[in-house]
T-cell receptor, first 114, second 111 residues
Framework: NAGVTQTPKFQVLKTGQSMTLQCAQD?????MYWYRQDPGMGLRLIYY???????DKGEVPNGYNVSRLNKREFSLRLESAAPSQTSVYFC?????????????FGEGSWLTVV | QKEVEQNSGPLSVPEGAIASLNCTYS??????FFWYRQYSGKSPELIMF????GDKEDGRFTAQLNKASQYVSLLIRDSQPSDSATYLC???????????FGPGTSLSVIP
C-alpha cells in the first residue's frame, strides 16, 4: 500500500524555469492538498481539491497552478520559478475513515530555485 | 491573525515529565482538530484527532478541546527523548473543508 506518492523528491531549478510536481494517492480519498513548508512557518496550504473536478486556493496560492487530473492524481505547477519558492512541498490526501478526516502525507519534495 | 496559532518554542522538558503543547484557532466553524508529529526531514504523522469538547486519551497522549475558548492542547506523559520533534496542530471545518496548520512547536526531551 503506497499511500501518497509524490515526485520528484529533489529538484533544482533556475529562476524562470517551469516544473510540475506530481502526486498520486491509492486510498480512494476525495480530498487532496498541496502544502509548502519553510523553516519556522509550519505547513502552509497552497491549493486543495475537495473532490475530483474542483480546486480551491489556500493560504499562499500566488505563483502556482494545480490540476486535479482524476480522483487519484493532483499536480502542482510552477510556471516561472522564483527563489522565494525554494521550499519543501508536501502533497496530502484525506477521506473519512476510522481516523476521522485524517490527512495522510507524501514524503515531500525538496525544491531549490537558484 | 493566523487561523491557527502555536507557541513556536523550543519547549524543553526532562525525560519522564509531562509536556504540554497548546494551540488556539480563530474560526468558530472548525469541527475537527489534529495533532501531528514531525521529525526533522520527515513528513508529518498523525498522533491524534479530536472533535468533541473534553479529553481524549491514547496511550501517553491526551488531547483536550475547548470550543468555547477555541483552544486545543496535547499532553505527553512520561516524555521520552524519542518524543523530541516538532508538533503541528491543525483544524478542519466541514468534511470537504481545507485543513489549516499552525506553525508548530518544537519539543526537546532532555535525558
Amino acid at each position: 500500500n503506497a499511500g501518497v506518492t509524490q515526485t520528484p523528491k529533489f529538484q533544482v531549478l533556475k529562476t524562470g524555469q517551469s516544473m510540475t510536481l506530481q502526486c498520486a494517492q491509492d486510498m480512494n480519498h476525495n480530498s487532496m492538498y498541496w502544502y509548502r513548508q519553510d523553516p519556522g512557518m509550519g505547513l502552509r496550504l497552497i491549493y486543495y481539491s475537495a473532490s475530483e473536478g474542483t480546486t480551491d486556493k489556500g493560504e499562499v496560492p500566488n505563483g502556482y497552478n494545480v490540476s486535479r487530473l482524476n480522483k487519484r492524481e493532483f499536480s502542482l505547477r510552477l510556471e516561472s520559478a522564483a527563489p522565494s519558492q525554494t521550499s519543501v512541498y508536501f502533497c496530502a490526501s484525506s477521506g473519512l475513515d476510522t481516523r476521522g478526516n485524517t490527512i495522510y502525507f507524501g514524503e515531500g519534495s525538496w525544491l531549490t530555485v537558484v | 491573525q493566523k487561523e491557527v496559532e502555536q507557541n513556536s518554542g523550543p519547549l524543553s522538558v526532562p525525560e519522564g515529565a509531562i509536556a504540554s503543547l497548546n494551540c488556539t484557532y480563530s474560526d468558530r466553524g472548525s469541527q475537527s482538530f489534529f495533532w501531528y508529529r514531525q521529525y526533522s526531514g520527515k513528513s508529518p504523522e498523525l498522533i491524534m484527532f479530536i472533535y468533541s469538547n473534553g479529553d481524549k486519551e491514547d496511550g501517553r497522549f491526551t488531547a483536550q478541546l475547548n470550543k468555547a475558548s477555541q483552544y486545543v492542547s496535547l499532553l505527553i506523559r512520561d516524555s521520552q527523548p524519542s518524543d523530541s520533534a516538532t508538533y503541528l496542530c491543525a483544524r478542519k471545518g466541514a468534511s470537504y473543508d481545507k485543513v489549516i496548520f499552525g506553525p508548530g512547536t518544537s519539543l526537546s526531551v532532555i535525558p
